[in-house]
């Protein structure tokens, strides 16, 4: 199983581990906040021994981490947050209905629409892969958790690099929204206008790297690359 745990910018980490099922990379991320441990987002079920052999080798284990955060509620994003100890979690209840039964116990459905949460976090409520999507901006960091609001599934990594600047995933992702944004009735069964909206939350902030569901994450010029996608609306 191949994985990768790489630091971002500081305190900000990424897990990412190949999933074979679905032939795509996973992933999620951890911030380290003063006392805190945050994780966003959980990888799924049968992936979490993977994510915490390596926090393991950083001298973190499942039961250190104080907070958990979903950008939205799909097995991916949500399903190893079982195999975490006493932990605040925390879900948009916009999402309430894709949590299953046994993980309900672990999540507060109370993420805001617009506001700060756990780790001086901004949220704001996306609501177009899920109704339920947030996105989640570290300011120190200038670092933006879009979960799959713009993603690179099935997508390998240039020469094995988690960070990068992605030039071949900005243009095939530029490629993809422009013929989304020519077919009418994609446009209207996909909810393009949301996907549209979404874009103008997350550029609002001055991002210097966008933290995908799965796949690269990218670095730099984030704002001109979320501009060039508007130019489609």
């Not at 981490?65 to 879900?91: M, N, P, R, W």
């Not at 209905?97 to 805001?112: F, S």
């Not at 240039?158 to 944004?181: A, M, P």
Request: glycine residues 8%; proline residues 1%.
């Amino acid at each position: 199983m191949k994985t990768y745990l790489e630091e971002i910018a500081k305190d900000v980490f990424a897990f990412l581990v190949w999933d074979e099922s679905w032939d795509s990379y996973n992933n999620c991320y951890l911030l380290l906040d003063d006392n805190d441990i945050l994780l966003i987002d959980s990888g799924k079920e049968e992936h979490f021994r993977f994510l915490f052999s390596a926090l393991n080798s950083k001298g973190i284990s499942n039961s250190d981490v104080t907070h958990f955060i979903a950008t939205h509620g799909h097995k991916d994003h949500i399903g190893g947050i079982q195999h975490l100890g006493e932990v605040d979690g925390f879900i948009h209840k916009k999402d309430s209905d894709l949590v299953p039964k046994n993980l309900r116990h672990k999540l507060k459905m109370n993420l805001p629409d617009n506001g700060l949460i756990a780790g001086n976090l901004e949220c704001v409520l996306l609501g177009h892969h899920t109704k339920g999507s947030v996105l989640l901006y570290h300011r120190k960091s200038k670092t933006l958790f879009c979960g799959d609001h713009i993603c690179f599934f099935g997508e390998s990594l240039n020469d094995n690099k988690v960070v990068d600047i992605g030039t071949l995933e900005r243009e095939k992702f530029k490629q993809f929204v422009s013929d989304w944004s020519q077919n009418e009735e994609m446009k209207r069964e996909h909810h393009f206008h949301l996907f549209i909206d979404g874009l103008r939350a997350i550029n609002k902030f001055d991002v210097e790297y966008l933290c995908t569901g799965h796949g690269t994450i990218l670095k730099g010029n984030i704002n001109r690359f979320i501009s060039d996608l508007l130019k489609f609306d």
